[in-house]
């Protein structure tokens, strides 16, 4: 079946320093990948996305690059702030995620600490 | 508001009792997805409806655990004779349409429910 892994936290960091969470999945098929973001006291809020193989997501100063021949998407920073902190989700999007076309399957989390 | 809202935030109740939860989506958003986070957990796919009916429950994890759209807008989430490891965020999420393949899914805050 489908499933996402991505490395265990807390991370933290000292602001400026860069960032990066690792992401791999097995999927059936042609999976959509994605970054979701938690913030302290709020709801899920997707971050990035790619569609398709060596699409570049990006938004915020954030990036991931969908990599088909390493099944990965890891989220690099290159400057981190104290205001990203909060809690990180890679997930994809594929048949029997489970959910139709858009339902999801997510990984455990990762949570960013930022120090000043 | 405009985002999704879900009702209650939080919720403690017995072994035993019977629980509902609320999920009001986003005005106009046909898919609605329900999602479970254990502590330490990414959330996991429960059920998922487009319009009124159920087009997918297979994350259910048994028969006690029911949902219901009537109206293809609010949605109610059922769990009967709820037990402790019922413990959980419960999430919902709405997005336009499944055949946009987007990934774009937006969530509420979820529902706390401590089962005592």
């Known amino acids: 079946g489908n499933s996402v892994t991505q490395m265990e936290g807390p991370v933290t960091l000292s602001e400026e320093a860069f960032l990066t969470i690792n992401c791999t999945y097995t999927a059936t098929g042609y999976p959509s990948l994605f970054w979701y973001v938690q913030y302290p006291g709020e709801g899920l809020q997707l971050l990035l996305k790619a569609t398709k193989a060596d699409d570049k997501g990006s938004n915020k100063g954030f990036e991931a690059t969908y990599r088909k021949e390493t099944t990965s998407f890891h989220l690099e920073k290159g400057s981190v702030q104290v205001s990203d902190s909060a809690v990180y989700f890679c997930?994809?999007?594929?048949?029997?995620?489970?959910?139709?076309?858009?339902?999801?399957?997510f990984g455990k989390g990762t949570h960013l600490i930022i120090q000043p | 508001g405009a985002g999704v809202s879900q009702t209650p935030s939080n919720k403690v109740t017995e072994k035993g009792k019977y629980v509902e939860l609320r999920c009001d989506p986003i005005?106009?958003?046909?898919?609605l997805y329900w999602y479970r986070q254990s502590l330490g957990q990414g959330p996991e796919f429960l059920i998922y409806f487009q319009g009124t009916g159920a087009a997918d429950d297979s994350g259910l994890p048994n028969d006690r655990f029911f949902a219901v759209r009537p109206e293809g807008s609010v949605s109610t989430l059922k769990i009967q004779r709820t037990e402790r490891g019922d413990s959980a965020v419960y999430l919902c999420?709405?997005?336009?349409?499944?055949?946009?393949?987007?990934?774009?899914?937006?969530f509420g805050e979820g529902s706390r429910l401590t089962v005592l």
């Open positions: 997930a994809l999007s594929a048949m029997y995620s489970g959910g139709g076309a858009d339902g999801l399957t």
């Open positions: 999420a709405s997005s336009l349409s499944t055949r946009q393949n987007t990934g774009e899914l937006f």
């Open positions: 005005s106009g958003h046909t898919a």
